[in-house]
């Protein structure tokens, strides 16, 4: 008899954000002059502090397990930095330290959902929020945000989608596809609408040190402090210390939901490597300098990238607050986003991500994780691509 796949993965695809970067690593490394805006992390070595500290764990031998959460000084700088931020009063027992935050996210959806249970998602959405709802049983409920509203999210939209079965709301901010930063306004209308409602909150907060002045990353618990019961923050070292690699993510939130996702995770990972926790404590407690540095670079490249794009007629592109993310409309080239990403790549081999997987046909998001040549070679490409288009080829 042939082997069939599980019902609940029948509509869950892989990460295009990972095919595509994957495809474009591929070309390049076929030789193809590919340039690239699908990366998804940052393009700067791990700060050599946090190097070291790994590098210092391996030879004293911390090779074993931990404690599944994490190791007691980790949970306990996660929550000094996040008290610090934010004005709460977490203690170590608030935090669980996992693979990346897209294992806290996963931790989270499996800790708090039932079979049948909906959740709000804000789209644009980060990709992986619709399928991490189905894979814990719930259905994702997809609320429109527009540019013209600056992508902030619609709480009278949010709060028309609300039925019985709603359970929670994903916020995300900084925002991956859009960079879109919430407003402490928006942020305290949710809030109260989660509250009256009796709602989750899942606050997606991994761009938080990468916002641009005179934005302001806020987090929800710094607008609200009472909504710190129903939510979970979610936050890691990949962007923030460009440490994707070294799979470290965490969540911080009441300690009920902290135990139960704790306990997922104490069936399917046990603890995050020893190793990179040991490099995160040091990113998170040594000096902040290698951030700042990274936040000045993305900064400069955003307004290259974006004032590029925006003097490429008919594309329009949104002005970013944070993360390291151009988003593109595309729609004035009459052709579908799919479309033009494919023929960007086919035709000029200009690797981006369609905005199709974040719920937002019709946009294309470039990653400016990359250096300043590369943006410039990009846009001279897209420059001679859209030419071609006009004069009908
Ligand atoms: N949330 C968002 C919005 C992201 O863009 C990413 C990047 N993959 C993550 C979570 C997960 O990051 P990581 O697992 O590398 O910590
Ligand atoms: N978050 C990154 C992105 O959106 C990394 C890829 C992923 O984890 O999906 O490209």
């Known amino acids: 008899m042939p082997l069939t796949v599980s019902r609940r993965l029948q509509r869950v695809e892989s990460s295009p954000t990972l095919a595509l970067a994957a495809k474009a690593k591929a070309l390049a490394k076929a030789g193809k002059a590919v340039v690239d805006f699908t990366a998804g992390e940052p393009d700067f070595p791990t700060p050599s502090a946090a190097k070291q500290a790994g590098i210092r764990a391996i030879e004293s031998n911390k090779t074993r397990y931990t404690a599944v959460e994490g190791i007691p000084e980790l949970r306990q700088a996660i929550a000094d930095r996040t008290n610090r ?17 897209k294992h806290s996210l996963y931790n989270v959806f499996q800790a708090l959902c039932e079979p049948g249970d909906e959740v709000l998602i804000i789209s ?5 929020y619709p399928p991490m709802a189905w894979l814990a049983g719930a259905t994702p409920v997809i609320v429109e945000s527009t540019e013209q509203d ?9 709060r028309s989608r609300i039925t019985s079965r709603t359970r929670g ?15 402490a306004e928006r942020l305290r209308a949710i809030a109260k609408l989660a509250s009256e409602r009796g709602l989750f909150v899942i606050s997606d907060e991994i761009y938080a040190d990468l916002v641009y002045a005179p934005a302001q990353a806020t987090s929800i618990l710094q607008v609200q402090p009472d909504s710190v019961d ?13 440490m994707t690699g070294w799979r470290i993510g965490y969540a911080v939130g009441p300690k009920e939901a902290i135990e139960a996702m704790a306990r997922v995770q104490s069936h399917s990972t046990s603890n995050p490597t020893t ?5 995160a404590l040091e990113a998170l407690t040594g000096s902040q300098e290698p951030v700042a540095e990274m936040r000045r670079h993305f900064q400069r490249r955003r ?12 594309l329009r592109c949104f002005k970013a607050d944070g993360a390291f993310y151009a988003w593109c409309d595309v729609r004035g080239t009459g052709l579908g986003s799919e479309v033009v990403a494919a023929r960007w790549l086919d035709e000029s081999l200009i690797a981006t991500v369609p905005g199709d997987g974040f719920g937002a046909p019709g946009w294309i998001r470039l990653s400016f994780a990359t250096s300043d040549e590369t943006i410039q070679e990009g846009l001279s490409r897209i420059q001679r691509w859209l030419g071609g288009l006009k004069a009908g080829k």
């Open 303 to 314: 307004d290259l990238i974006v004032t590029g794009l925006n003097h490429l007629d008919p």
């Open 124 to 128: 644009p959405y980060w990709v992986s």
């Open 169 to 183: 709301i994903v916020l995300n901010s900084p925002s991956n596809p859009t960079g879109a930063v919430i407003s």
């Open 85 to 101: 931020q934010c004005g709460t009063k977490f203690e170590a027992a608030n935090v669980l330290v996992s693979c990346g935050a």
């Open 150 to 158: 600056g992508f902030q999210p619609d709480v009278d939209a949010l």
């Open 275 to 279: 190793i990179s926790q040991y490099a």
């Open 230 to 242: 129903r939510t979970i923050l979610v936050n890691g070292v990949s962007k923030s210390y460009s």
